[in-house]
């Protein structure tokens, strides 16, 4: 790849961003604030504010207009103490030319059908609003012609009414020109506080929001959730025929001298702030100029309105009381619902369930590309739900429209993936073989090992200006073979281990001594480096800018401070002992004391080496925690009580903290998996609520396979993509690792569907990351411009980490929904349920109505039977392999059910550090589970969703 800054394809807002990303520095900002610069000075009021404010009550907000624009100054939800879902609070230094605010509306117009566009946007000259009489259920309405330039053939009216219970923006368009108007793109701008910057940790999770799509089209939604994840949270629905058929970013271009332009927002863009987006009713205009080429969501459409004809479109604004009652919310307000089952990514081989709610029936049903998903009917349930049988047909994204009697169009993305066993063998083949490099010459010594790989180019990445990229470290370069290592952790194969003890001996143990000694090797910031004096002209490719921070000398990439690349090695020595340990034969470079021994060194250098970054919970860290568990089982008292105190003195810290979570940036999603871990472990449960309820903040469900589980990440491409900007990724690594503690939840609380949906979504999200060749991507460009997977591997390895250590078969009751299988498919007979484990590992079986959790250390699911009246579950285990001679299954219950006995094998078998060893044979091992009577067995409390 060339150098972003002096690539033709990257767009000026991509350079502005990393320059000003670069300046900053951000990886040194420290995330006990938002904003380490001294406060300014208040701002002075713009002439937005020259007529002052109105203050306006509604049934579920208290609403504030600047009456020059009647645009929203603050919009304060009842009943939770002055949070405002707007950034009230920046209003003066928004009140100026060309910042956008809640109201505000953006037009792409023609009068010639073969003309050019012509860009209106309320938002770009300020002039007050002519206020017009109101009557009714209505509380404020305008003519909004002065704000427009002279010639705009179009009269605007808007009006804050009441709609029933619930607050409503309205707009009426009407055409006052001789000529028809095409109206190819209408846009209204979504404006809530996500702006992070110049606030505490602490302050922004209390005073801040995000919002997330649900792009689909009559039936979209956008839901805005506050950053602790405490309800109300706010759900803006279409008010008459205004469909969201597509999400437009608002940039932060300006023009030369500074000036605002069309269709972008002044506020600075970059790690603290994401930027805006809005609701687009009409995108045909943009689909055919900067979006052309890239898929969207939903086709593009455009209306063309007659002379004197007039067309209204409008918003409503919902409350739904917490974040997981946003879905009754929206059918309590009668709106369309779907509810996919297991989700929206869709193996090959599992039979999905797709649940829809409406007050009309069904008219058909499409799919786009035909043939790409068969559906059929099903039977409805009896709360209303119509239910609808699915199966994966064609590889890659699919739409799903529903189309109901009255007209009423619903869309649905979805995701076909190869079965999840195969997609996971390609993985491991590509990166073993692809991504295998070999080059015994090379000066940086990074052969053998699995390196960055570059899916567009087709080629490995073996220089990058971002140094650490080629360099095997950082998220970005330790991605790769992190991956494999996770890989061979669930699907151990023969040969591509033998390469992997090739990379631990020669690249991540270290051959070379350096000054640091062999040890912190491993955990170096990058192995590549920016040295030019040691090598001669020309080493070092012209197609990078090699003149940013970005690329360290030598002295800068040895160095061994920071925490967060120490899991990466830790997990990798951690899987090379299970597998060591759990078969025969597999592992023969070393025995598993050395690979544990390794994996404990490595946590303990951390604590001693990377000491200030500690502080904040590492992604990955949950690997600790599987270290200590295994250094107990081996019996190792001293190093186990060595870390376990270490882990301790972190929990402690974070225990006394408001928000106990954090990273190197300023405001992250990652160290909520490692803090929910080890606070929950030494019982400090109201910081592991409030983790899991930050999680669930930013963390959505939606009727989309790249929303639904996507942990919100928006800067990781500045720092490991080949397409480098400030962008909400879909299924970054955030997806895989913030799944990790809303599953270990939800196995405690299986009575909450809610944490197992979001769960699941953020641990089969990493699958789609994985192309037909088996490349794994970073994660995919939301952007409607672009809409495909990044080119680069990039830090894709936490991200299958997380994956690794959550996939699983879910089977559980819904009241509403019935019998649900998650990773598997159910059948049922008379009272017994049978479930087919089908998940990449087939490992882990969770039964809910039991709270019981099977685990097996070595071997294989079959199948699982069991009787919910009787409590007896028989299980079955695929034949023995060539290294793989017995199974080991753990057998734990970490919900306590009413009326449900503790699980024990009706067969006495050894346990081996406390797993019953069970032989397997050529044929299948069937083994029968009875609960024991139950003894003051009392349902969990539930999970409190604020």
Same mark, same amino acid.
Request: contains cysteine.
């Given at each position: ?48 504010? @020259? ?10 907000? @208290? ?25 009230? #609070? ?19 117009? $023609? ?43 179009? @009269? ?14 309205? !707009? ?10 095409? %109206? ?41 959730? @506050? ?20 999400? $437009?970013? %608002? ?89 996919? !089952?297991?989700? &929206?990514?869709?193996?090959?081989? %599992? ?44 590889? /890659? ?6 189309? +109901? ?7 649905? /993305? ?114 590549? +480096? ?31 401070? $920071? ?13 090379? +002992? ?69 882990? +301790? ?31 929950? &472990? ?109 080119? &680069?591997?990039?830090?894709? /390895?936490?991200?299958?980490?997380? !994956? ?34 089908? #998940? ?9 109505? !039991? ?15 069991? #009787? ?43 346990? %081996? ?34």
């Amino acid at each position: 790849m060339r150098h972003f800054l002096s690539r033709q394809d990257i767009s000026p807002a991509a350079r502005s961003a990393f320059r000003m990303f670069t300046a900053a520095c951000c990886l040194a900002v420290a995330s006990s604030a938002l904003a380490q610069s001294q406060a300014a000075p208040p701002a002075k009021p713009g002439p937005m504010l @020259r007529q002052g404010i109105e203050h306006l009550e509604t049934p579920g907000f @208290r609403l504030d207009l600047t009456r020059s624009s009647q645009t929203v100054a603050a919009l304060d939800p009842e009943g939770a103490h002055g949070f405002d879902f707007t950034p009230g #609070d920046r209003l003066a230094e928004r009140s100026t030319d060309g910042y956008y605010h809640l109201g505000d509306i953006d037009l792409r117009l $023609r009068t010639d059908a073969a003309g050019p566009w012509q860009d209106y946007s309320s938002a770009l000259h300020r002039q007050p609003v002519k206020p017009l009489p109101v009557q009714g259920d209505e509380l404020a309405s305008a003519d909004l012609t002065a704000t427009f330039p002279a010639g705009m053939p179009l @009269r605007i009216v808007r009006t804050w009414r009441i709609d029933g219970e619930n607050l409503a923006l309205h !707009f009426t368009l009407t055409n006052t020109s001789a000529k028809p108007v095409t %109206i190819g793109a209408l846009g209204i701008p979504l404006i809530f506080n996500n702006i992070l910057a110049g606030r505490t940790l602490a302050q922004a999770s209390v005073q801040c929001s995000f919002d997330d799509p649900y792009i689909g089209e009559d039936a979209g939604y956008v839901q805005v959730t @506050r950053l602790n994840g405490h309800g109300p949270a706010l759900v803006v629905v279409p008010e008459g025929h205004t469909p969201l058929e597509a999400w $437009r970013p %608002i940039l932060n271009h300006h023009g030369p001298n500074g000036e605002p332009l069309i269709f972008n927002d002044p506020t600075p863009r970059g790690i603290t702030f994401e930027g805006f987006y809005e609701w687009m009713v009409y995108s045909r205009a943009y689909q055919q100029g900067a979006w052309k080429g890239a898929n969207p969501w939903n086709p593009g459409t455009s209306v063309t309105l007659k002379p004197g004809e007039s067309r209204s479109f409008g918003l409503k604004f919902l409350l739904s009381p917490s974040i997981p009652q946003v879905q009754q919310t929206l059918v309590d307000h009668f709106r369309p619902v779907a509810a996919g !089952f297991p989700g &929206y990514v869709l193996p090959q081989d %599992i039979h999905a369930q797709l649940f829809l709610h409406y007050h009309e029936p069904v008219r058909s049903i499409t799919v786009e590309p035909a043939g790409a998903i068969t559906i059929t009917a099903g039977k409805s349930t009896s709360t209303g739900w119509l239910r609808y049988n699915l199966q994966g047909r064609k590889w /890659g994204r699919a739409r799903v429209a529903v189309t +109901y009697d009255d007209g009423t169009v619903q869309s649905i /993305g979805y995701f076909v993936i190869k079965p999840e066993q195969q997609a996971v063998a390609d993985m491991g083949h590509f990166l073993t073989t692809k991504q295998w490099f070999v080059d015994p010459s090379d000066p940086f010594h990074r052969s053998p090992s699995v390196i960055t790989y570059d899916g567009q180019a087709n080629r490995q990445v073996t220089q990058e200006g971002r140094v650490w990229i080629a360099g095997l470290s950082d998220e970005a370069g330790a991605g790769s073979w992190l991956a494999a290592a996770m890989k061979e952790f669930g699907q151990p194969d023969k040969q591509e281990i033998a390469k992997y003890e090739q990379f631990v001996d020669h690249v991540l143990w270290g051959s070379i001594q350096y000054s640091s000694g062999p040890l912190k090797y491993g955990v170096r910031k990058s192995v590549f +480096y920016y040295q030019p004096s040691q090598f001669p002209a020309g080493f070092y490719s012209d197609q990078y800018n090699w003149k940013t921070w970005t690329s360290w000398n030598r002295k800068q990439s040895e160095a061994v401070d $920071r925490s967060f690349n120490y899991p990466h090695v830790a997990a990798a020595y951690w899987v090379m +002992y299970r597998l060591a340990r759990d078969h025969q034969g597999l592992v023969t470079a070393h025995d598993w004391q050395w690979y544990l021994g390794h994996a404990y060194q490595t946590t303990m250098a951390m604590m001693k080496f990377a000491p200030y970054y500690t502080q904040f919970g590492q992604m990955e860290g949950d690997i600790f925690l599987r270290i200590l568990n295994d250094l107990q089982r081996e019996g190792w008292t001293q190093q186990a009580g060595t870390l376990k105190d270490a882990m +301790y003195q972190r929990a402690l810290v974070w225990d006394h903290k408001a928000y106990p979570f954090g990273s190197e940036m300023p405001w992250d999603s990652t160290g909520q998996e490692e803090v929910y871990a080890w606070t929950h &472990y030494f019982g400090f449960e109201d910081k592991a609520q409030v983790t899991l309820d930050a999680i669930l903040g930013y963390d959505p469900s939606i009727p989309s396979w790249g929303y639904n589980g996507s942990a919100r990440r928006y800067w990781d491409f500045l720092f490991a993509g080949k397409i480098p900007r400030i962008e909400r990724q879909l299924h970054h690594y955030g997806s895989g690792i913030n799944a990790i503690p809303l599953l270990a939840a939800y196995r405690e609380h299986p009575q909450d569907l809610y944490l197992l949906r979001v769960g699941y979504g953020g641990t089969m999200g990493p699958l789609t990351n994985i192309d037909q060749r088996g490349f794994a991507s970073e994660a995919f460009h939301s952007f409607p411009s672009t809409m495909k997977f990044d080119a &680069y591997s990039g830090d894709y /390895g936490p991200n299958f980490f997380g !994956f690794a250590l959550d996939t699983a078969t879910y089977v559980t009751h819904s009241s509403t929904f019935g019998w649900l299988s998650f990773g598997g498919n159910l059948t049922q007979h008379a009272q017994q349920i049978s479930v087919k484990p089908l #998940d990449a590992f087939r490992r882990r079986v969770y039964l809910a109505p !039991f709270g019981l959790w099977l685990t097996l250390d070595a071997g294989k699911f079959q199948q699982i039977r069991f #009787d919910p009246q009787s409590q007896t579950v028989q299980i079955e285990l695929s034949p023995a392999s060539a290294y793989t001679k017995q199974a080991l299954l753990r057998v734990e219950q970490p919900a306590s059910i009413a009326g449900v006995g503790r699980f024990h094998p009706d067969t006495h078998f050894e346990l %081996i550090r406390g797993a019953y060893a069970v032989p397997l044979h050529a044929g299948l091992t069937q083994i029968t589970l009875q609960a024991m009577p139950a003894q003051k067995h009392s349902q969990p409390a539930s999970i409190s969703h604020p």
